[in-house]
Every structure is written in structure tokens, then in C-alpha cells.
């Protein structure tokens, strides 16, 4: 068996995760999340009786916690997802960005080497600490270029200092004592379950609600959308193939400025889920005022993930785009659970 925790499982790319990971019989995997607005049982509601799945309700930053769950799990490998993640709620707060994203990091690899120490030179030769963050630690692109793994550090918001330092306190881990670390950044995610304050569901459900659809500024800042299940796919091949130390980006290879995946995501509805007064749903577009600091663009060049890995993403943005839409009009009552006295769609992140 391989015993796999996923902290930040409840959440969008950690439920998606740990639903791939059981597909394998060999894993067995075991969740650490605080459940917070954005982690929900109900995105794990379909493996929640399977055999070797398993929950705990914790805080990451409670070392006493954290060293109980992984010396009584004992893990061949963990993969750390448990982060704040939105960047509005970052300019509103950062306090609990620092406390989750740095001081949380932080706890795992205290406890971590602590763990990885009392283990024997197999299980030693086997053990992984996978941290998974962001492309925006990278900081804004101009119309040219790419990030890559040996981009400078250049954040902007509160978010992506936080994650930042996060990432830098892993790789000190590993360089300092050892710790068999990987990283991954990735671009922006979309895809089921994800919780309706970012970027991809908030159109859907404000177009679905006939609500007016905010968009930042112009519309002209761009990123490049990775579909979940590849990002998924992706890191399960660098927990398992990637090489120690080694930092790994990984993108979906679809650039769109936020106007344009708007435009996509309003024809493909006006196709699958007509308006009932005949209108286009690109008519409740409004433009807002932009966010504090909003990056211009956002690119990555993944080749070392598929030269040395052999991994390259496999849906479109067409296909990835379409069966998220399809989701969420098929999944109405869980926005409407998840949201519960949580989050009102609400703009975030005005100073």
C-alpha cells in the first residue's frame, strides 16, 4: 500500500485529488482539512465509504495535531495543498494567508522531518513531501514570455507572498536537512467543485442567476487555464516520478484574456441552457472596477514536466470548458450547500 495524505482534501483540487488517487487500490489515503468556507465533505461525498479512505478535521498550523495524525498514519508520502488561495480575500485579510500558507507550511515540515527521521533507509528511500503552489509567485508577464522553473520570485499580492514563503521554507527543508521535497506550480485551475468565488464558477452562477457577470478592468489580463483532472494527473506523476529537490510547473497551455473566456463561456451557455427572454447571456457582462495589483499575464512553459516526465495535459480548453459548465447546471444544489451562509457572490478585495 501506499499511505498518502492530502492536507487541503476537502478542497477544490484536493477533492478532485484524492478521487483520483483511490481510483488506484494501492493508495490509501488519509485527509487533513480545517474545513473552512472553501473545503466541504460534500465534494468528497462519493469515495466517503470507501475502504482506504479516511478524514481528519484539523488544523494544519496545531503541531500536536499534525504529529499525532502522521505518526499514527505513518505516510510513505505527503502532498500539501492546504492553502488560502483567493487573491481578493488576501487584500481583505491576509492574516489568516500568513497563518495557513506560512505558518501551516511550516508546521508540516517541522513534524514532517521529525517523521522522516525515525523511519528506516527503505522507507526513507521511498518517502515524499509534495508542496503544490502557484504560477503567481512568479509574479506578472508582459505579452512575451513564459514562467518556468527557474523564474525569479516577484509576488504581488498578499496571497502570492504568502505561498511564496512557503515555497522557499520547503526547499530551505530540503537543503538544509534533507527532506525529500518536490514542488509544483501551476496556472489558474478550473473544473468541478470548485467554490463559486473564483473566476470560472462566479460567471457561470451569475449567468445562471441572471445576475450581471463583473469583470476586472478591460478584461484584458490574461491566464493560462488548466483543467483540474489534468493538474491532478500531473501531480500524481511528480509525487511518484519526479526527482527530489526538483521544482516542476505545470500550465494547461490556454492562454485567454478574462473577456474572452467570458465570450466562451456565455455562447456555450446560451447553446446548452438558453436564456428564457431570448437574450445572449454576454448582454449581462458588466465591467468593474480592477482588482489592487492585478497581474497582467500569467504563462507557463511546462516542457521539463514532459521531457523528463513524459506528462502534457489532455483536455482543450474547449473540452475542459464545456463539461465544467455542464457540471455546475447539473450541480445546483451543491453550490447552493457550499454556499450556505458563506459567501454571497459578493465582490471581494476593494481597498
Known amino acids: 500500500?501506499?499511505?498518502?495524505?492530502?492536507?487541503?482534501?476537502?478542497?477544490?483540487?484536493?477533492?478532485?485529488?484524492?478521487?483520483?488517487?483511490?481510483?488506484?487500490?494501492?493508495?490509501?489515503?488519509?485527509?487533513?482539512?480545517?474545513?473552512?468556507?472553501?473545503?466541504?465533505?460534500?465534494?468528497?461525498?462519493?469515495?466517503?465509504?470507501?475502504?482506504?479512505?479516511?478524514?481528519?478535521?484539523?488544523?494544519?498550523?496545531?503541531?500536536?495535531?499534525?504529529?499525532?495524525?502522521?505518526?499514527g498514519f505513518r505516510p510513505d508520502k505527503i502532498m500539501n495543498l492546504a492553502a488560502e488561495s483567493h487573491v481578493d480575500r488576501s487584500i481583505d485579510d491576509p492574516y489568516q494567508f500568513i497563518q495557513t500558507n506560512i505558518v501551516g507550511t511550516y508546521s508540516l515540515l517541522k513534524v514532517g522531518i521529525e517523521y522522516f527521521r525515525s523511519l528506516n533507509s527503505e522507507q526513507k528511500r521511498s518517502f515524499r513531501f509534495l508542496h503544490?503552489?502557484?504560477?503567481?509567485?512568479?509574479?506578472?508577464?508582459?505579452?512575451?514570455?513564459?514562467?518556468?522553473?527557474?523564474?525569479?520570485?516577484?509576488?504581488?499580492?498578499?496571497?502570492?507572498?504568502?505561498?511564496?514563503?512557503?515555497?522557499?521554507?520547503?526547499?530551505?527543508?530540503?537543503?538544509?536537512?534533507?527532506?525529500?521535497?518536490?514542488?509544483?506550480?501551476?496556472?489558474?485551475?478550473?473544473?468541478?467543485?470548485?467554490?463559486?468565488?473564483?473566476?470560472?464558477?462566479?460567471?457561470?452562477?451569475?449567468?445562471?442567476?441572471?445576475?450581471?457577470?463583473?469583470?476586472?478592468?478591460?478584461?484584458e489580463n490574461i491566464r493560462d487555464w488548466l483543467y483540474v483532472e489534468d493538474h491532478v494527473i500531473g501531480l500524481i506523476k511528480v509525487l511518484f516520478e519526479g526527482k527530489i529537490g526538483e521544482t516542476y510547473v505545470i500550465g494547461g497551455n490556454n492562454e485567454r484574456t478574462n473577456l474572452e473566456l467570458v465570450e466562451k463561456i456565455c455562447s456555450i451557455l446560451d447553446k446548452v441552457k438558453p436564456r428564457k427572454n431570448g437574450h445572449k447571456y454576454s448582454q449581462l457582462v458588466s465591467f468593474v472596477e480592477d482588482r489592487p495589483g492585478h497581474d497582467r499575464r500569467y504563462a507557463i512553459d511546462a516542457s521539463k514536466l514532459k521531457t523528463e516526465l513524459g506528462f502534457s495535459p489532455l483536455y482543450s480548453f474547449e473540452m475542459g470548458i464545456e463539461k465544467t459548465i455542464n457540471w455546475y447546471i447539473n450541480n445546483q444544489n451543491w453550490c447552493t450547500s457550499v454556499l450556505e451562509n458563506k459567501y454571497k457572490l459578493e465582490r471581494l478585495g476593494k481597498i
Not at 488519509?30 to 479516511?54: F, P, R
Not at 460567471?203 to 457577470?213: D, F, R, T, V
Open 132 to 219: 503544490v503552489s502557484t504560477d503567481e509567485v512568479f509574479g506578472s508577464l508582459n505579452n512575451e514570455g513564459f514562467f518556468t522553473e527557474s523564474s525569479p520570485y516577484i509576488p504581488n499580492s498578499p496571497y502570492s507572498a504568502s505561498k511564496a514563503s512557503s515555497d522557499h521554507l520547503v526547499r530551505a527543508w530540503y537543503h538544509t536537512y534533507n527532506f525529500p521535497v518536490l514542488v509544483t506550480n501551476c496556472s489558474n485551475n478550473y473544473g468541478p467543485y470548485q467554490f463559486p468565488e473564483k473566476f470560472v464558477p462566479v460567471i457561470i452562477m451569475k449567468a445562471l442567476h441572471e445576475e450581471l457577470i463583473p469583470i476586472y478592468g478591460k478584461g
Open 1 to 71: 500500500m501506499n499511505n498518502i495524505i492530502v492536507t487541503g482534501g476537502a478542497g477544490f483540487i484536493g477533492s478532485n485529488l484524492v478521487k483520483e488517487l483511490l481510483r488506484n487500490p494501492v493508495n490509501k489515503v488519509l485527509i487533513i482539512d480545517k474545513l473552512t468556507y472553501a473545503g466541504n465533505l460534500l465534494s468528497l461525498k462519493d469515495v466517503e465509504k470507501e475502504k482506504n479512505y479516511s478524514f481528519y478535521e484539523t488544523d494544519i498550523c496545531d503541531i500536536v495535531e499534525i504529529r499525532k495524525i502522521i505518526f
